[in-house]
């Protein structure tokens, strides 16, 4: 037998249509004044925030709003939200939002009783004391942020993406909602779609993959990968933005026990250089990078074919996976993704930082395959 596995399933799950609803139920129990976490518009916008309000108030919660966090979320904002949390002296959080205030919100609960700077845990130190209470409320299908350990910060200063990872950071509580996504437009229902997509296949081949992760992933891709073209043509259907939403959760369980790969060892570092946002990096990496490493999984690829609906001959598992891959690549032209790196607005002369910042990433480390410098020079070139 190889080493032990360890699995994080430490957040109870409410999922449905109007599962909203149950959010002053969770909340009771954990005292009345809640900080709610959410990004800086679209939520005021489309009035889910406006919803949530109310939802709250009219059961008693003295609600303190921070509405300021940013797409690719940064350490100065995050302080602020530690800051406002403390001053207001908060007994529990709500992340409402897309990955980014989800990924925020895990962080200020989570650090709340800590006496370490942020950068200090930023850096890799580890978290010593549980902090607050976190309910988590996505608004996307894609992140799967409701039920990682992770939180993805950036320093614009030292142009650096990184993860706190701890379990300390995990959501006491998930509302998956799919009723929540029918208002996301249709560049973040794609972006994030193809986000949970990745996520899906990078934990399903990653090293750190077992029987159980597999499970989540598998059906993750399957659900995605039949939905998400019902979603672009018809973001009100909300039968599939159910399985799409279904599909991202199960993503999000995947990659927080397998963790991910070269995909999302190479998005951190060209999405913090062109502001491009992550589901659209993670799409464009996607072909090249499973091209990359076919030799390493192309029976894990053949199942995922399988998973997307192509009919299982009793073909050699290379030529299934390549039609897999082939099939990947029609889709993404379909949703309108750009087949090449160059256009998300990164240039030869990134390549050095991208290869050295891909290379000591996490997610790297994962990958099926070992990577080197020259091979992300390859897929980096591959794909201009």
């Known amino acids: 037998m190889g080493s032990s596995q360890w699995y994080y399933l430490g957040t109870k799950i409410i999922f449905g249509p109007e599962s909203l609803r149950e959010l002053s139920l969770e909340g009771r129990a954990l005292g009345g004044k809640v900080l709610v976490v959410t990004g800086k518009k679209a939520l005021r916008e489309n009035g889910i925030l406006h919803r949530v309000d109310i939802l709250l108030k009219s059961s008693g919660f003295q609600v303190v709003p921070f509405p300021e966090v940013e797409p690719e979320p940064s350490l100065e904002t995050v302080e602020k939200g530690l800051a406002v949390a403390r001053e207001n002296q908060v007994e529990w959080v709500i992340g409402l939002g897309g990955g980014s205030a989800m990924d925020a919100a895990k962080v200020i609960a989570g650090l709340y009783e800590v006496t370490n700077s942020l950068q200090y845990y930023f850096g890799g ?20 942020a409701e039920v990682t350990i992770n939180s993805v910060l950036c320093d614009p200063v030292r142009k650096e993406k990184k993860s706190i990872r701890d379990p300390f950071l995990a959501a006491r509580t998930a509302i998956v909602d799919p009723v929540l996504t029918l208002s996301a437009p249709v560049n973040v229902t794609i972006y994030s779609g193809l986000d949970a997509l990745v996520q899906g296949i990078e934990a399903y081949t990653s090293k750190g993959a077992g029987p159980l992760t597999d499970a989540f992933a598998l059906s993750a891709v399957e659900r995605i990968g039949a939905n998400i073209m019902k979603v672009y043509h018809d973001g009100q259907d909300l039968q599939a933005r159910t399985e799409m939403a279904m599909g991202s ?67 050699d598992p290379i030529d299934m996976a390549a039609m897999g891959i082939k099939n990947l690549m029609s889709l993404e032209r379909k949703l309108g993704i750009p087949a090449r790196i160059s256009s998300l607005g990164i240039s030869e002369a990134d390549y050095p930082e991208i290869i050295q910042e891909s290379l000591s990433s996490g997610s790297m480390k994962a990958n099926p395959k070992e990577v080197k410098a020259e091979d992300i020079m390859n897929i980096l070139q591959e794909t201009l």
């Not at 549980?130 to 894609?142: D, E, F, M, N, Y």
């Not at 072909?287 to 894990?300: I, T, W």
Request: hydrophobic content about 45%; overall charge positive; charged content about 10%.
């Open 125 to 144: 130190g580890k978290v010593e004391a549980p902090g607050l209470p976190l309910i988590t409320v996505p608004t996307t299908a894609g992140s799967g």
């Open 249 to 315: 959760l199960m993503a999000g369980i995947a990659l927080n026990n397998a963790r991910l790969g070269a995909v999302h060892g190479m998005a951190h570092s060209i999405g913090i250089r062109t502001g491009k946002p992550h589901g659209l990096v993670c799409a464009v990496l996607l072909v090249p990078v499973m091209r990359f490493n076919l030799s390493a999984c192309h029976e894990k690829y053949a199942m995922i074919t399988k998973a997307l609906g192509i009919n299982w001959l009793d073909g």
